[in-house]
């Protein structure tokens, strides 16, 4: 007995129905999928219909997640399989397709054909071919190649998956460093990146081919010149091993392309998260980056950016504050310390956001305490202390109450903000 589905048609005649659960409607027309039309894993209509080796039909998607949960049976029959290698069931498609466009199927959208996902054997082959193209140095061949491997991504996450898992990282590597001294093989290196971008994390071979001098200097090229992919890419290297990042910060001019890729694109946290990678594990780096004016930048990017990138960047500025130098340059900026208080209750992770105030006020001269204290940021850390944080967080915030509490209290300073709806019951002592 086939599966009844209820049809509400919209529209006139010749508008396209849809199919949705329905349990009363004077122009509703009941349509019965036919059994064998049905996968037998979700009984929904298939639209992939393969064969496995017990001979049962079943639609690609569902078959491939009961095989990928670790079962190697037929689910109807319960039969241990020698095989599980899917055959297209083209019969069944067509005939599922027809039925569809006829009178009996309702008239429900057309099923398109599917395409077949890639193979295994046909992975090694591209990338067998991609390996011999390299070895000879043979430009159109390997961007052939590549492109491929693109295509194939792009058809399905299946594929996707195929191609990583059949060494198309490495050789894909191997390729982007032989052509790395190329001048003119820009195009292909930007398609191998842009491939690349889902196979990462690679292993420790093809990260070696990745990081060598010229492949390096390649991908802060392409960084420059605004390829997003060779942001990304560089970011996941860097997050690998702490060795490239003292490999990255050898190249000339890579300060300049990072701050040219945040300044061109104000969304780019992977910029952002490699720039910290970057000043954490290297004082010159630091000085490089200040004298490039990145803290004014990174401030313009707090104004009005969402809060994803207001993360990272107060992340690069809590990072800055670790030297006195930084700090100094911070403190200059006149929008810092009403953009913190601003952004207090305003972006989800305030670690860093808190740690930036409390290491400027800490080592200011009083002016950061007082302008904070002006701005309402008194009520707001309380608030902080109420919801709850870390305990570092914690310990920074009430450092910071003690220090507004010292100057209201030497000052006479008075908080004329609106506290109506701010309640300090969870406050245990007083500031």
Not at 13 to 22: A, H, L, M, T
Request: glycine fraction near 6%; charge should be positive; proline fraction near 3%.
């Amino acid at each position: 007995m086939g599966l009844s589905l209820r049809v509400r048609r919209r529209g006139g005649s010749g508008s396209k129905k849809e199919i949705i659960p329905v349990t009363s409607c004077s122009e509703e027309v009941e349509i019965t999928i036919p059994s064998q039309f049905q996968c037998p894993i979700s009984y929904e209509l298939m639209k992939d219909p393969v064969i496995i080796a017990s001979g049962i039909t079943y639609d690609r998607e569902n078959i491939e997640k009961w095989f990928e949960s670790g079962y190697q049976t037929c689910p109807v029959t319960n039969t241990v399989l020698t095989s599980l290698e899917q055959i297209p069931n083209h019969t069944i498609r067509r005939m599922i397709q027809g039925w569809c466009g006829s009178s009996l199927g309702g008239g429900i959208e057309r099923i398109p054909t599917p395409r077949v996902p890639v193979t295994s054997h046909q992975v090694s082959e591209i990338c067998g071919r991609l390996s011999a193209a390299t070895r000879r140095g043979d430009y159109a061949a390997c961007s052939e190649m590549v492109r491929k491997l693109k295509r194939l991504g792009k058809e399905s996450e299946r594929n996707r998956k195929c191609v990583k898992e059949n060494g198309a990282g490495l050789v894909l590597c191997v390729c982007f460093d032989a052509f790395s001294e190329n001048a003119n093989a820009s195009l292909l290196l930007e398609e191998i990146v842009s491939v690349l971008t889902w196979m990462l994390p690679i292993g420790s071979e093809g990260q070696s081919k990745l990081t060598t001098k010229s492949s390096f200097n390649r991908l802060v090229e392409l960084l420059r010149n605004g390829d997003q992919n060779a942001a990304f890419v560089i970011k996941e290297l860097l997050e690998l091993n702490v060795a490239h990042v003292h490999a990255l910060t050898k190249i000339n001019g890579v300060e300049e392309a990072f701050l040219k890729s945040i300044n061109r694109d104000t969304t780019c946290v992977y910029s952002l998260t490699s720039i910290h990678h970057m000043i954490l594990t290297n004082q010159e780096t630091v000085t490089r980056f200040l004298d490039l004016d990145l803290v004014n930048t990174i401030v313009e990017m707090l104004v009005d950016s969402e809060n994803s990138v207001c993360e990272k960047a107060l992340m690069v500025l809590n990072t800055i504050c670790e030297t006195k130098e930084g700090r100094e340059k911070v403190r200059r900026n006149e929008l810092v310390i009403p953009i913190l208080v601003k952004k207090i209750l305003k972006i989800s992770e305030k670690k860093d956001l808190v740690s930036v105030m409390w290491k400027i006020c800490k080592s200011g001269d009083g002016y950061e305490v007082e302008e904070a204290l002006r701005l309402g940021a008194f009520k707001k850390l309380v608030v902080m202390l109420q919801v709850g944080c870390g305990e570092g967080t914690k310990e920074k915030v009430t450092e910071l109450l003690k220090m507004m509490n010292k100057v209201m209290k030497m000052n006479g300073f008075v908080d004329r903000s609106d506290s109506s709806s701010i309640e300090f019951k969870h406050v245990k002592k007083p500031f």
